[in-house]
């Protein structure tokens, strides 16, 4: 079944580097700057678009480069770069590509131009092939391109949106191949980057495709703060203007201070839980069960989280059209948590106040990433409701190389992740990177379920439909029964803003934040 996606192109009079069109008009007054000062909680280190967190920065922070496709806070795809898509079959799509836009440098955007920074990604980016399931492109002419994919997907346009297919220019690098500066097509352009400092510049592009941005700012400024703490001070004294993922125990302070306010919204992210299923007694899924039913969620996102988030009615947030919340998500029963667990064989046959069998005591190593700031208030949350039903819990907050070496040697029971639930906005990616039995997270904990990997690729071969939801759906039941991986609370989005800062809008659809071209400073 072929769906296609078209909207009639508006021409628009842009200047462009090198042609005579007109500049867009930019509200700045004579001789005033307006300077937008964004903190970026990663490491910069390069601008090069095979890095995902340079592409991030790029696209979403600093509004330098785009995607052929753009997707809005209502989970609907729209056009961006490409004007329509059909699949022609099972492993082909064509993309319509706009007629009207040129690069930063001047060069013309087209066919070539993104066959040329795809190809470049299918060599160099091992993200850009998973994410897309791209093989290969070919030029059907000036602004047509054909994509032959590894497998059935009807989630091609959804994957295009991702920070993975941001399109630049091939002047981005030099001579000798290297990647020396971002050449991309979107409002702003680039100004500067201080590597060393790891502070990345860019001021309004004057050839920008569409109509004209209603926003004064005149550059824009972006900080690598990777420590929250830094964030939170930052934006408290007036250093910064935007500042994401702050300490929630800042978050009173920060409301009530002079010159910023704070702003929570809720975003397609979860906090999940993935049982060790390589160890013995987490085989039995009455024992996951009991562990599930011994947590109260609810207390986690009102009072451990602060509000910041939401109690889970499912896998994924309410809202997303394949979002199924007709599951059972097992609420908070400490009776119904013992009595599971003394089904399967676990008593206090000492008296000591924790549970053995076997003469062996029932104990958990749970760990986590130190990155997000809601991961290790949650663990440290739910060793407390293991230890009121006699489960005895040891936390472990771990950076990321030893996160994975815990993983990876099999040093732990649960593990508690946070991702984005729409990183590709589609009804399939989420479960298939952390559900379906080829993906990492489901080969590290030893789960595999035959009947929900058909329903997952069912799926994830159709296109966007009714059909394809109700796959989903289906799907999420499945997984919501064996719970080898679970859902204990959707993520929040905390951002500390500037007074000064007006036209701000957050879109659940993305996996960290978009700062919208029209944001702008009083």
């Known amino acids: 079944m072929k769906k296609t996606f078209f909207v009639m192109l508006v021409f628009v009079s842009l200047l462009t580097v090198g042609c005579s069109r007109t500049r867009t008009v930019l509200s700045v007054p004579p001789g005033e700057e307006k300077v937008l000062r964004i903190a970026y909680p990663d490491t910069l280190t390069t601008l090069d678009i095979v890095n995902g967190s340079a592409a991030t920065m790029l696209l979403e ?95 091609l346009p959804e994957a295009l949106t991702n920070v993975a297919a941001a399109i630049v220019a091939k002047s981005s690098l030099d001579a000798s191949g290297e990647f020396v500066r971002a050449v991309g097509t979107g409002y702003f352009m680039q100004d500067d980057f201080d590597v060393s400092r790891g502070i990345f510049s860019c001021i309004p592009y004057g050839g920008y495709w569409e109509k004209d941005v209603n926003s004064s700012v005149s550059k824009r400024i972006v900080y690598s703060m990777t420590d929250s703490s830094t964030r939170s001070l930052a934006a408290q004294s007036g250093e910064i203007d935007i500042a ?204 595999a379920n035959p009947e929900l990997d058909r329903l997952i690729d069912q799926c994830r071969g159709t296109i966007a439909s009714e059909e394809k939801y109700d796959l989903s759906k289906r799907a999420q039941a499945v997984a919501q029964n064996d719970v080898a991986v679970y859902t204990v609370a959707l993520y929040g989005a905390v951002f500390v803003l500037s007074d000064r800062i007006k036209n701000f809008s957050y879109s659940a659809a993305v996996h960290d934040f978009i700062v919208p071209y029209s944001a702008d400073l009083n």
Not at 134 to 151: G, L, M, P, R
Not at 269 to 277: A, G, V, W
């Open 244 to 447: 994401s993922d702050v300490p929630f125990s800042d978050i009173s302070s920060l409301s009530n201070a002079k010159g910023v306010r704070v702003e929570k919204f809720y975003t397609a992210r979860t906090y999940f839980f993935s049982y060790n299923l390589n160890k013995e007694y987490l085989k039995d899924t009455n024992v996951r069960k009991a562990l599930v039913y011994a947590i109260n969620k609810k207390e986690i996102v009102n009072d451990v989280l602060l509000g910041v988030g939401q109690v889970p009615k499912g896998i994924y947030m309410d809202g997303m059209p394949w979002s199924n919340s007709d599951v059972d998500t097992y609420e908070y029963d400490v009776e119904k948590a013992k009595s599971l667990l003394a089904g399967a064989g676990f008593r206090d046959s000492d008296g000591d106040g924790f549970l053995d069998k076997d003469g062996k005591r029932l104990s958990l190593r749970i760990i986590t990433g130190s990155r997000r700031p809601g991961n290790s208030l949650i663990t440290q949350a739910v060793q407390g409701y293991f230890a009121a039903i006699g489960v005895e819990a040891q936390v472990a907050v771990l950076d990321g190389n030893a996160s994975n070496e815990a993983i990876k040697n099999n040093e732990y029971d649960l593990n508690l992740s946070s991702a984005a639930t729409a990183y590709i906005p589609s009804a399939s990616y989420y479960l298939y990177q952390y559900y379906h039995s080829d993906s990492v997270n489901a080969k590290n904990i030893a789960y």
């Open 61 to 155: 922070i600093a509004g330098v480069v785009q995607t052929l496709v753009a997707v809005d806070s209502n989970f609907i795809l729209h056009p961006s770069l490409a004007v329509s898509w059909e699949r022609a079959d099972d492993t082909t799509w064509l993309f319509k590509l706009r007629d009207d836009v040129m690069f930063h440098d001047g060069t013309p955007f087209n066919a070539e131009a993104v066959k040329w920074c795809f190809d470049r990604n299918l060599e160099e980016n091992v993200s850009f092939s998973r994410t897309t399931g791209i093989a290969s492109s070919s030029v059907i002419d000036e602004y047509t391109i054909q994509f032959e994919t590894t497998v059935k997907t009807g989630e």
